[in-house]
């Protein structure tokens, strides 16, 4: 069992850049897959950014070059840097861990990009 905390969210203006956090319980943390996925009203959710145990990334066209995903193992948590970002990156963030075809969610965190 995994437990995901976001944290971080919150409203920024065009152009702004904003880190989110997620912070996982668990002892072997290194061993997921960790992501962000987004969602707005209406949509479903969309995969943002991924890292892999052995550190590779992969990333949405509309976030690459704009957003860095990283992880601290040491720290059991995995991060999202955004920078310049548009009011179509408003939505709700979810972290993500996954590792052997088995899921786990964290509740959310809102950002807002707007003047």
């Known amino acids: 069992q995994v437990q995901l905390v976001e944290s971080g969210g919150g409203l920024v203006q065009p152009g702004g850049s904003l880190t989110l956090s997620c912070a996982a319980s668990?002892?072997?943390?290194?061993?997921?897959?960790m992501a962000w996925h987004r969602q707005t009203p209406g949509n479903e959710r969309e995969l943002v950014a991924e890292?892999?145990?052995?550190?590779?990334?992969n990333y949405a066209d509309s976030v690459k070059d704009r957003f860095t995903i990283s992880r601290d193992n040491a720290m059991n948590t995995v991060y999202l840097q955004m920078h310049s970002l548009k009011p179509e990156d408003t939505a709700v963030y979810y972290c993500?861990?996954?590792?052997?075809?088995?899921?786990?969610w964290g509740q959310g965190t809102q950002v807002t990009v707007s003047s």
């Open positions: 668990g002892s072997i943390f290194r061993l997921y897959t």
């Open positions: 993500n861990a996954v590792r052997r075809g088995v899921a786990y």
């Open positions: 890292i892999t145990a052995g550190g590779s990334t």
